[in-house]
Each structure stands twice: as C-alpha cells, then as structure tokens.
C-alpha cells in the first residue's frame, strides 16, 4: 500500500491512503481482500447456500372461494399476486431459518399454468465471516381443492351451520336497499353460502358459526339493532362426546327510519332535555339522529338507549302529503347537525288537495325551499295516528297544523322521466322466497320502493359517503346532468363521484387478468 505526502492549502500535510487489493487464491483474478481470499464468482461455485432449501413445493387452493390451505385446516384468502399470497409461499418453505430473507419477489407466470414463481434473495455466512448473496427461484404447483365449507356446500346447497334472520317490521325496503349497499361496500356477507330475501327481511345462511358472529358484529356497526342467539342439537356422538349445533342469529332492526316523524313519550323527552316532542329522524347509523324542526335542537340514540325505551314512529314516509309553497322568510337562526345544514324559517304553505287553506308553519328547511317549490310533509291533524303521546297533544293544539320534511322535485323528474340514471348500483346475489303462499316479495312494490331509494341518493350526498355507485353504460352525458344541481333541475349524482368509483370498479374486477399480465 502507497502513502502520498500532499500539502493543503493551509500547509499541512495529509496523507492520501489507497486501497489495495490482493489475488484470489482461486483464479489469480485481482479482488479487494476479504475473509476468504476468493472473489465472489469463486466464492459462488464453491458454495451453495441454497442447498437443502425448497425450491419447489405444492399448495391448495380452493376456487370456489379463492383461499389458499395452511396446513393443517386454516384457509387464508389472498388475491393473485397481492402482498398476503407472497407472505403465505414464504411460511410454506421449510429450512427457510438456516439463512437469512434478503428479497422476495413474484415472477410472471402464465394464468392457467397453475404455477406460481417467487424469487428469494438470501445471505449467508459461508468462510471465516465472509457473507454471501444468491438468488434462486421457488416454483409452487398449484392444486385445486375445495374447502370444508364449499365441498359441504357443493354436496348439498342448503347445507349451513349458521343462519342470520335479519328483520325489520315497516311497512317498505328502503332500509334494506341502503343497507345492501353497505355490505356490498365493505364485502360483509362473502362468506354466506346462500342469501335469501324473505317478507320484511333477509335470511344470510353461514358455514361457519364465526363468520356468523363476524356479520351481526358488522351490522351493529352500521344500524341499530338487538338479537337474540338459539341453537339446535343436530348430531351426537356419545362415543366421543362430539356436538354438532345448528346456530341461527333472530337480528331485529329498529322501526325508526330517515323522514319519520316521532312523538317522543315524555320520559325520553325529558331524558333528552325536554326535546320535541316531536321530532324527525334525519339519520340512521349506528344511532339515531333525531332533529326538532322547529327548534334546530338535536339528540342522538345509540341502540342500546333506543330499545330500552322501543317508541316507534308516529307518521312515516307512507304517509307524506305535498305541499305547495307561496312565501318563504328569511332564516331566524342555522344550525349544522351531523355535517348536514338547517336554516330556521317561517313558510306560508297550502296543501295541495286543498290550495284553499293556507297555513303558516315554522321548517328547518328554510335554506333550500322558495317560492313557487313544492315540498312533502306531515298533515298532523289531518292524518290516521295510532299514537296515544300524539292524540293527547293534539287534543290540546299544541301541535303544529303540518311539518314539511323534505322539497319535492316531482315536476323537474317529469322532464326526465323515462331517461337512464347516470349511475347503478350492485346487488347481492339474493333467492327470492316463495313458500309464503302470497306473502313473499311484490314485485311491483319493490321496484316502486327501489326507484325512491335511487331518488334519496340523488338528494342527499351524506347517504352516497359510505356506498359504492358505479356508472351506467347506457346513459349518454349531457349538460343538464352534469353538476348535481343545475339551478332548476332536480339533483343528480356528480359525475366525478362515479369515475372515481368505476376506477375502483374496474381495478376490482381486473384482478383476475390485469394483475397476471404484470
């Protein structure tokens, strides 16, 4: 090794050091030293550290469901080519501790070979502390083969461990149209093995007790609801002392839906801090969201404050009247509740039926109605009520002649009537039940129902947050359609909202062959 003597700037001397370098011991080929004294390709041919790992192993995958086995009973669901499916071929190799994981990598294959590569990277300490780098391919043959619960429920479809009577006692679906979407969103029912739509409700059969438990724990996540748990003793062997239960989930959903109007019994008023009494559900989650029109105050109800009290809706959307509207004040006071704005307003309004009759009544939609408008509301005294809270109030005119609920767009949808939507929406895969000899599902009501659950989503952003809409391919863009309100029409969904959506869409369904191309 040589040592230069130069002079810096400032006078002194720095030595300049070199490195050297020294001939492998193998090749003559000229290498900076290290432990073994041998160059890389040398160090290679005279070590494999790869010996005596896998490098090609077979695994099980189930098509129906698309889960992959891990030995012994587990199936762990993975998607092509996704981060879990790498993790799962990394734990199925044996003798993988004796080195250590540089790199892990797939290699293309081709879709139907039912092959899939990995490429590790791994290092090894192979002479005197001298630590080597190799790379090899792992090959994994993939075999079909059906998991427990799909070949049960391929050797008899109504085969099922787990059932999840899911109820709702109203008069219409609309809960359940918007509740359908919210599992489509978050993929909740993927593991029922049949779906069947009964009268007031739907039946989720499971195969497995757990992802049973796993669904009702999704719904208490997203409405109000209580249940009940029984179980049937199917089989008995005494020899082993083994059970086998059939376990159904009876799940009621609360009566109280969006638009409804509540007579709140006075206890729960008071609770509340003397509210109402009457009140307007504005939202249903995983609480209720009840506002007072005429004062802008609010309460919220989780589900377990709700059923201890189990008052049900006075009036609900069944029962709406249109109104007309013929002035409108300025606001007297705002409030925002649960992101969505309320202006405090006086309107002169007629019913319809009766534009002879005017009234004047106080709304917390004073930030959206105007003159000439049309807006849907509850006819109080005027209306069937089978409430005794409200009869009693009514016998003493404390209640208001009518309460306006939402701005009706009906002559704006006449324009339009007959046109395509510009987006759409997925359903799940549901049976329809026909042993009810005539008290199954109208068909005609539902599609009726479902056209109104199409216009709630048109009209209130809030309720489009936690779905998935997707865009129609039959519908052409025009410039009337374009913004969600175009000043007169009535209101549509933004087309930006539906591009976003149908990338993820298209992103979802392209797994299958994008995903294998990369």
């Known amino acids: 090794m040589s040592a230069l003597m130069d002079q810096d700037s400032s006078g002194m001397f720095k030595v300049q050091q070199t490195i050297g370098s020294v001939v492998c011991c193998k090749c003559g080929v000229p290498m900076p030293p290290n432990a073994a004294n041998m160059c890389v390709n040398c160090l290679r041919s005279e070590f494999d550290i790869t010996e005596g790992l896998q490098k090609s192993i ?13 030995p012994p009973k587990t199936w762990i669901k993975a998607q092509w080519e996704s981060r879990d499916l790498l993790s799962f071929c990394i734990k199925r190799l044996k003798n993988l501790n004796k080195v250590r994981l540089k790199n892990a990598e797939f290699v ?35 075999r079909d083969n059906l998991c427990e619960s799909c070949s049960r429920f391929q050797a008899n479809p109504d085969q099922w461990v787990a059932s999840v009577q899911l109820r709702q006692h109203v008069s219409h679906r609309r809960s359940f149209f918007y509740l359908e979407q919210l599992i489509l969103r978050h993929d909740a029912a993927s593991r029922a093995v049949r779906i069947k739509q009964v009268h007031q409700g739907i039946d989720f059969f499971f195969g497995n007790k757990s992802h049973a438990d796993s669904f009702v724990e999704f719904l208490s996540k997203v409405v109000p609801i209580e249940y009940r748990q ?16 059939k376990y159904t989930y009876s799940v009621k959903i609360c009566p109280i839906c969006r638009e409804d109007l509540i007579c709140l019994p006075s206890k729960v008023s008071s609770s509340l801090g003397n509210l109402g009494p009457l009140v307007v559900c504005t939202k249903v989650s995983d609480r209720i969201t009840l506002l007072d029109p005429r004062t802008l105050r609010c309460a919220f109800l989780d589900a377990s404050q709700y059923w201890r009290s189990g008052f049900r809706s006075a009036l609900t959307s069944r029962q709406l009247v249109k109104y007309s509207v013929f002035y409108v004040e300025p606001p007297v006071g705002e409030a925002t509740v649960g992101g969505q704005k309320y202006a405090l307003s006086y309107v002169l309004i007629a019913r319809e039926s009766d534009i002879g009759k005017m009234l004047t009544v106080q709304t917390h939609l004073g930030h959206i109605l105007k003159t000439g408008d049309q807006a849907l509301g509850y006819d109080i005294y005027g209306a069937n009520v089978n409430d005794d809270e409200m009869d009693e109030y009514r016998l003493h005119g404390r209640l208001p002649e009518a309460i306006l609920i939402k701005k009706c767009y009906d002559k704006e949808r006449e324009r339009k009537k007959g046109k395509p939507r510009a987006f759409t929406t997925k359903k799940l895969p ?10 199954g599902v109208d068909p005609g009501k539902m599609e009726n129902e479902y056209e109104e659950f199409l216009r709630d989503l048109e009209e209130n952003p809030e309720l489009r947050f936690n779905i998935s809409l997707y865009k129609n391919k039959n519908y052409q863009e ?4 374009a913004s969600m309100t175009d000043g007169e029409g009535a209101p549509t969904v933004p087309i930006e909202e539906l591009l976003a959506e149908l990338e993820l869409s298209e992103e979802g369904e392209g797994d299958g062959e994008d995903d294998m191309d990369e």
């Open 58 to 70: 077979q695994i099980f995958y189930c098509p129906e469901c698309g889960c992959y086995l891990q």
């Open 108 to 142: 293309w294959t081709e879709p139907h070979s039912k092959r899939i590569k990995v490429k590790l990277t791994v290092q090894a300490e192979v002479l005197n502390g001298a630590v080597l780098e190799q790379s090899y391919p792992v090959e994994y043959t993939v």
């Open 230 to 245: 029984d179980k049937q003793l199917v089989s008995h062997d005494v020899k082993s002392s083994l059970y086998n239960y």
């Open 430 to 439: 549901m049976e329809m039940d026909e042993s009810r000899g005539g008290r």
């Open 478 to 481: 025009s410039d009337e359609t």
